[in-house]
Each structure stands twice: as C-alpha cells, then as structure tokens.
C-alpha cells in the first residue's frame, strides 16, 4: 500500500461552477416574500342573486393555500374564544379597579412624587457622627409568652397592662459609649426582635419594642446624627403599622376571595370589616392611648393611622388634625419638626388628597420657627459647641419633605403665598431654601430674578447665601428662566459665587451652575468659568480635595458640547483637565471623554487641535498601564483609544495618514490590540492606495506600499499572541502580494513559516488553558490556500514555500491522542491537486502564479506527484499505527476523510490509486466505525458522477463498493 502513484485529476472549476448552479426558474412575486408569515383567512360563501348566472358563490380568501391545522379549526381559536368570553366578576373588577385608579390619579400620588426611600440614603451618608452614643435596650421576661387557653379574657387584660406598666417601670438596660455603627447594628437588632415577637404571636413584646424605640426620638444630645436617627427609628414603626395593618386586613378577608386583578385591601367597603377585626382594630388604638409619654403616643399612633379605615370611612381624615394639635406639646423645635414630617409622611401614603393637615403643619412650625433662636436651643448648641449654620441644616431633610408634600401638583398661586410667608419672616434662608428644592423648577425658573432679591436680603449668618444659589442653580438646570433673564441671573448669581473664599463653597457652587451656563451660553463664556475655577483652586493646590466636583464639571460639559472642534478650541479646558493630578480619577475622566466623543463623533476628523488634545487624553489613559494592571481594563482603555484611530482620516494624503500610524505605534506601544488595529489600518492603507491608482503602481506609490509592509513587518514581532502574529503575518503578506510587492509578501510568509515551530501545546483563551492544535489546523488551512498563489522563487525550487512549511510541520512536536498532523497531510494533498491544475481556481490581479510560470510543465508536475507520494505515505503509515482497538474510531475517520479527499482530487483511472481508494473504503467500515447514512450518500455521489462524461471508471468504483452493514 506504500508505493501509491499518485497523478491529479484535471478539473474545470467553470464547468464545476455552472453545473452546480441551480436551475433559474421565474418567480411572480404578488405578495409572496419568502420571510413573510403565512396567513390563514377564513372563507365564507356568500350568495348573490345574479341574473343568467348558475353559481354565486363568492370568496373572501385570498389564497389557495390550505392549512390543516387551521381549517380543523374552522378559522376560529377556541383560546381566543374562551378570553373574549366577558367574565362578569372580571368585567365588574375591571371597572371598580379602573374608577379607583381613576381616583387615585386625582387625588394620589404618581410616578413624579420622589418617595421618601430615595432621600434615606442621602440622609444616613450626610448626617453622622463621632460623638458616643447611648441606647435603651429591651430586656424580655417570661410575661411576654402567650397566655394559655384556658385563661379568662379579664386576666389576660390585666397581665398585658402589667406588661406595658413593666416595660415603664425599668425593664430596660441603657448602653452607653456606643460609635454611631454600634449604634446602627443595635436598631437593626431591635428591628429584627420586633418581627421576631411578631411572628411568635408576642405582640406585647412587640409593642414594648416600639415605644422603646419611639422614646430615642426626643433624646438630642447628640444633635448632629439626629436625622439620621430619625431614619432608623422610623423604619422600625413603618415595620410595626405594616404588621398591625395586615393582621386586621387578614381578619377581614379570610371569608372572601378578592376579584382579579386586586388585593386584598383595594376592594373592602365598611360593611366587610366585621366585629373581631373592629374590636382588634380598638384594641390597638386603646393600646397606643394607655401610653404616657407624647412623643411615644404620637409615634405609635402615627404609624398604625392606616388602621382608622376599618373603623370608619373618615377616620383618618378625622385623626389627622387631632395628631397635628399633640405636635404642639413637643418642646424642642427639632423633635417637633420631624414628627411633622413623619406626620406628613404617613399621611401621603395613606390620605393624599388631605391637603388641609399638611398645609397646617406647615403653618405651624412657621408660628414656632422662632423658638430655633430662643434661649433654650442657644444653651443646647452652646453645651454640644455646635454652630447655628450646621444646626439649621439639620432642619433641612424636614423642612424639604413637608414642602414637598404640600408643592405636589399644587397651583402657582401657593408658592406666591410661601414666597410672601418668606418675606414675613425677613427671608428667613432656611425656608427659601426649602421652598426652592420643594417646588416644581418650572416655577422657580419663571422667578428667578425674585428669588434672588430675597436671597440678597436673607442674613448671612444664619444660613450660608452660597447654598441658596446652589439650590437656585439646581432648579435652573432643570427648567429654563425666561430669555431676558438669563444673562443678568448668572451675572447675579456668580458675583456671589466668585467671592468665597472657602475653595470647596467655591467649588460646590460652580459644579452646580456650569449646566446652567453650558445650556444657555456661548463657549466664551465657559471657558471664561473655567478659567475662574482653575484662579480659585490652584493656590494651595486646592483642586486635590475637589476631584469629583472636576470630574462633574467635565460631564456636564460634555454633555453639552458634543462638538470637539468646539469644545477644545476653549484655551482653558485642557489646562482645566490638568487639575485632575490623581491618576485613577484622571484616567476616569478621559476615558468618559474619550467615550463621548466615539458616541458623538460622527465623521472622521483631521482637525489638528482635536488630534493632538486626544492623543494627550488617549496617552494618558495608555500610560495607566502597568503589570497590575487588569486585563479588562486594558482591553477597555484599548477599545477607546482603536475608536480614536479609526476616526482619524487624512483623506488623499496617505503619507501623512502612515505617519500619524507611525506616532501612534509610538504612542501606544503598551497595548497590543491598539498595535493589531494599527497593523490592520496600515494594511488598509495600503489596499486604498491600490484602489486609488486601480492597480497600477508608480514609483512613488509601490514605493509608499513597500513602506506600508515594511511598518507592519517591524510591528508584528512586537505582539506576545503567537496567534495574533501568525494570521497578521498571512494577512500582511496577502495584501503586499495584492500590491505586487514579491519580496516583501515573501518575507512575511517565511517568517510566519519560522513561527510555526514556536507555537505552544497550551494557550491561553480566556483565562482557560486548552490546546493549540485546533487552532494551528485552522491558520495553516488558510495558510495553504494562500500558498498556492504564491510564484515560485526563481532560485529556490518548486514549490519551496510548502516544502519549508512541511519540514516544520514534520519536526513539530504533536500530541499523542489526535491526529492534526494526518489532517494537515489531507488538506495539502488537496493544495498539491489545485497546484498541478492547467489554470488555478483563484488569481492576484498582476501577479503570475505557478500555473502561468510553469505552464503544467512535466517536470513541474512530477515534482508535485512526488512530494503528494511521499505525504500519501506518511498517511498510511500513520493509519497502521491506528490498528488497536481503542483508535479504531480514529483509523476509520481518517480512512474515509482520505478516501473522499482522493475520490475528489485524484484521477482514479491510474489503477493503484483505484485500489487504495477501494481498500480505504473498507477499512473505514472494517470495524463499525462508519456511519452508513454517509456512506450511502457517498455511494450514490459516485453513482451519479459515474453516469457524467469522462468518468465512466466510476462507475465501476461504484460496483466494487459494497456498503457494510454495522454488526
């Protein structure tokens, strides 16, 4: 089987072509399109009196394509039967649901209204302390177990009311010199005890927990975490009125099932909530009542005051005033305001359309506002050595809450009347304030210039002007003031702004009033802000505690000007940018620069000024790297800066194009994808200037070619990815081929030639380690099928190229367990069948290949049939190593692959090459190994070339093929 002749089939790759054409037939299109759904319209006979006429009988089909699962169905579906069957309980939940919404549209609150859970973040990051704090822990007893069944219903009354008598008598333990995240973890402690003895049915215990819990609200001595106190307290009875509420919902609708498309609690009128869920219900509220302290009352009744609506229609609204009224017993000034907004709070979620309640809480704390100045507040900031501008910002988070409660879709005409209310207490600046983050911007835009004549005549002392114009800005950011008031408020506005002398006030200030000025003003005017902001934080380098304001600054400009030519025309923003000395936050904001402009930039630019400030931007981010450096991180930063390349274009000036790639090699030298991008853009390069000069180079142009080939040749060596270098070396040498640089194409094949032998057993791919064969098998396939059209050296031989290429695949070190190699054998069986053909299947435009230098030479294809001889060998040879039993399945799949592969290519009239084709058939279904579908395509694909002419010796292979069935 060793001495195979072998000799190559003559092919002709045209008449190949068109006689696997299909057959063209004509197509009326109408309304046929291969990817438009089918259609099943029903039919239906209709009768129509016509004179002399024997059928009437009219269709409403338009087609005459039947279904058959839809004609069983007589064009009708009986699921859309069945839904568009009205059910009349669903019909009658659909309309009391759609009045309700309707109702709650009016009267509730939307999608527009900020809820109360995105301010609490904002409040436990901004208030806190180091001070020590102090807590009142619970200490539990054996009276909180559930009485037995057998107790009268008078002793259990008077066991729980020693409980709560208990719990006021000293059943608690304070902890003292707690930090304020001990001081989280024990309410979080608290939180969780209260479900706890709720879910074991201790509901006194329960109740114990909160009025506990309540009673931290009137301690203020440590006044600065107050607010955030007044959080953590609140979601403990938000816990406790979601419990009570649920239980006497339950109690109400254990009898009924609501409609659909409802719950439980949207649908129930009085006449449902029977006896128990009443006397529950009072039960709870006499609880609360029995309680001495105000603030404990208050807090507890507060958060069960969903509870009222089972005991009448106006319960709530009847209870809201009287809970107002108590908030006048409160003392201090602070207490009193947050239990206002919790009051308000509450009452939004559960009687919105109550607008009076609010308006009076309001009304009220302006009537106390004064106490804030009083002596009693004085001597407790005194004592805990806390400014008055930091006390008044505790009110904020209150104040801004109950404004905004009462501002939601309320009339233009209420903030006239807050804005006079202002005016009557001389302007105090912590209500502006809060009027101006409570109402709609809209309305404070129309205003503005009012707003600032009230800010100019508030006291300084009291509450710093610089964060009135911050909450101003804020709302013009948002809406527009009207256009003869845009200059004069920012003239106004940074006056103010550019005097304070405290760089982050400065700074705070101007990172909120940028937007206004970028959306209504010139880049002038920008770049005379930026120039400001950099006078003011440069002294004492100043800018290094302001980088998130910088780096806000930089979006917000970005966001505006989307215009690069623009936006770095402005002499002070790169200086601006240099401010931003930390590295991790200056790689930050170039790569948010650098993002934009791929997402804005819509043409390609070769504007000096953007090249060079983004080559400054794109090599900082390029310098960032280093060996700690992630590999995601480096894959973004080089997504970014490929983006840039790309976008850069000079045109016709192809010279200055390769040497903008030349800088940027230089540039970005650390980044291999960048490196791979320029490799490819320089290749391109080379292929436009083919285009340009439609294949016929000049001097200066093969000239400028040869220099492209020649970067990519000193670039390509650069790369760590063996694979990378491989397919650039293919790729490169295929493009200076197309330019007919012979030379050059020649270099990168050998030096991709020399790399075989360097490639690994392992590599890594994505972060796993797996073979490299596969991937080996797959580049020297495409590798081949460039070889063939690669001419001969004139002083190397025939064929030298595949020749060198084969002895390093014949000392390469294979795997045991695979069969690459073999593979790699076929496929150059099939370029050694290509390469003896009269004329190629593929050229180069102007490049003569072997078929055209040769001419089917014998001695040309003598050297052909010997090299495939010898690879033919080697096959076999491998094939017999294969004949134990557990590489049976690879023996067989490798017979049958080289027996298609000479069925294809080799010219079956030479009887030895007949043979072997025979006896590899056999051996591929020697031993089961072979699947007889295929074989049986296979056979009938002979069958059918052998009826073809000229290859009537075919059919006589078909004869002597007989299939093998599997035992």
Not at 102 to 126: M, N, P
Not at 144 to 151: A, C, I, M, R, V
Not at 440 to 457: C, V
Request: aromatic share 8%; glycine share 4%; hydrophobic share 40%.
């Amino acid at each position: 089987m060793a001495a195979v002749q072998w000799h190559s089939r003559e092919r002709n790759y045209k008449a190949e072509l068109e006689a696997c054409r299909l057959e063209a037939g004509p197509l009326e299109f109408g309304d046929f399109h291969p990817l438009k759904l089918i259609t099943v319209t029903e039919s239906k006979a209709k009768k129509v009196a016509r004179k002399g006429s024997t059928s009437s009988t009219s269709s409403s089909s338009s087609s005459s394509v039947v279904d058959p699962l839809s004609s069983m169905l007589d064009g009708s579906d009986p699921l859309s039967l069945f839904a568009a069957t009205t059910d009349p309980l669903s019909a009658a939940a659909g309309t009391t649901g759609k009045t309700n919404r309707d109702k709650q549209e009016d009267a509730g609150v939307g999608a527009d209204f900020d809820l109360w859970s995105g301010k609490r973040s904002y409040i436990l990051t901004r208030y806190t302390t180091t001070e020590k704090l102090s807590i009142n822990l619970f200490l539990g007893s054996e009276k909180d177990k559930p009485t037995g069944p057998g107790s009268a219903v008078s002793e259990k009354v008077r066991t729980r009311l020693e409980e709560l008598d208990d719990l006021e008598e000293g059943s608690q333990k304070e902890l003292l010199n707690l930090s304020q995240q001990d001081y989280i973890n024990r309410i979080g402690e608290l939180n969780q005890s209260l479900k706890d003895a709720w879910a074991t049915d201790q509901k006194v215990k329960a109740l114990k927990i909160v009025i506990q819990c309540s009673k931290l609200l009137s301690d203020t001595s440590v006044i600065q975490f107050y607010p955030s106190k007044f959080v953590l307290i609140t979601d403990i009875l938000d816990t406790f009125g979601k419990l009570v509420h649920e239980r006497i919902l339950s109690m109400c609708t254990k009898s009924r099932i609501p409609l659909a498309g409802t719950t439980m609690s949207d649908n129930f009128g009085q006449d449902e909530v029977n006896e128990t869920a009443k006397e529950t219900c009072l039960n709870w509220f006499f609880k609360v009542a029995s309680i001495r302290e105000l603030i404990s009352r208050f807090y507890v009744e507060v958060a069960i005051l969903k509870c009222n609506t089972f005991l009448s229609k106006t319960g709530i609204s009847e209870t809201l005033p009287r809970l107002t009224l108590m908030i006048r017993g409160i003392g201090d000034p602070l207490v009193a305001v947050y239990a206002r907004a919790y009051l308000c709070r509450v009452g939004m979620e559960v009687a919105p359309h109550l607008k009076d309640n609010l308006n009076k809480n309001f009304f009220d704390f302006l009537s106390t506002f004064k106490q804030i100045h009083g002596e009693t507040v004085q001597n407790q900031l005194a004592a805990q050595r806390v400014e008055i501008p930091t006390y008044l910002t505790l009110y904020s988070p209150a104040i801004d809450w109950i404004l905004q409660c009462i501002a939601y879709r309320a009339p233009e005409a209420l903030l006239t009347e807050m804005m006079d209310r202002c005016k009557k207490l001389a302007n105090n600046a912590l209500l502006l304030n809060s009027v101006m983050s409570a109402f709609r911007p809209e309305f404070i835009a129309t205003r503005s210039l009012d707003f600032i004549g009230m800010i100019k005549d508030c006291e300084e002392s009291g509450f710093p002007k610089h964060l009135l114009f911050q909450s101003l800005g804020l709302n013009l950011a948002k809406a527009d003031p009207p256009e003869n008031d845009k200059l004069q408020i920012l003239n106004v506005a940074w006056k103010v702004i550019t005097k304070l002398k405290n760089p982050q006030d400065y700074i705070n200030s101007a990172e909120v009033w940028i937007d206004y000025i970028c959306r209504h003003f010139a880049k002038r005017d920008v770049n005379t802000v930026l120039a400001d902001v950099i006078k003011h934080l440069t002294p004492d380098r100043a800018f290094e505690d302001a980088y998130p304001q910088l780096q806000s600054i930089i979006t917000k400009i970005l966001d505006q000007f989307h215009d690069f030519a623009v936006l770095f025309s402005m002499d002070k923003f790169l200086p601006f940018l240099d401010m931003v000395q930390k590295e991790s936050v200056r790689v930050e904001v170039c790569r948010s620069i650098m993002e934009v402009f791929i997402r804005q930039q819509q043409e390609v630019t070769r504007d000096p000024v953007i090249l060079n400030a983004l080559m400054h931007i794109c090599k900082t981010m390029h310098d960032s790297v280093n060996a700690l450096t992630l590999e995601d991180e480096k894959r973004s930063l080089a997504v970014l800066i490929n983006g840039f390349i790309r976008m850069v274009s000079f045109g016709r000036d192809f010279e200055q194009q390769l040497s903008f790639y030349v800088a940027a090699r230089a540039t970005f030298c650390n980044l291999e994808p960048v490196l791979i991008q320029l490799i490819h853009r320089v290749n391109r390069l080379a292929m436009e200037t083919k285009k340009v000069v439609r294949g016929n180079h000049s001097r200066k142009t093969a000239a400028f070619v040869r220099a492209c080939a020649a970067y990519c040749f000193i670039t390509i060596p650069s790369l760590t990815n063996i694979f990378a270098r491989l397919n650039l070396y293919l790729h490169s040498g295929q493009i200076a081929l197309a330019n007919q640089c012979l030379s050059q194409a020649d270099a990168f094949f050998k030096a991709a030639i020399s790399l075989v032998a360097e490639v690994p057993k392992m590599i890594n791919i994505d972060g796993k380690m797996k073979s490299s064969e596969g991937y080996l098998l797959e580049f020297l396939s495409n590798f081949f099928s460039t070889l063939l059209i690669v001419p001969d050296h004139p002083e190397q031989g025939v064929l030298y190229l595949v020749r060198g290429l084969l002895n390093i695949i014949q000392d390469y070190i294979w795997e045991d367990q695979t069969d690459t190699k073999v593979r790699i054998y076929i496929n150059v069986l099939h370029l050694l069948a290509a390469a003896s053909q009269e004329t190629y299947l593929y050229h180069v435009d102007k490049v003569d290949s072997n078929d055209n230098l040769y001419g089917s030479d014998p001695k040309f294809l003598s050297e052909i049939n010997k090299l495939a001889e010898t690879l033919i060998g080697q096959i076999l040879d491998h094939l017999k190593t294969l004949g134990k039993e557990e590489t049976l399945k690879r023996q067989s799949a490798l017979s049958l692959s080289l027996f298609n592969s000479i069925l294809i290519h080799g010219d079956l009239q030479n009887n030895k090459l007949h043979q072997l084709t025979i006896n590899l058939c056999n051996l591929a279904q020697k031993h089961g190994f072979a699947d007889t579908k295929t074989m049986v395509r296979t056979l009938e694909h002979i069958k059918w070339q052998g009826r073809q002419p000229n290859m009537r010796h075919l059919a006589d292979l078909a004869l002597r093929l007989p299939l093998q069935s599997r035992t």
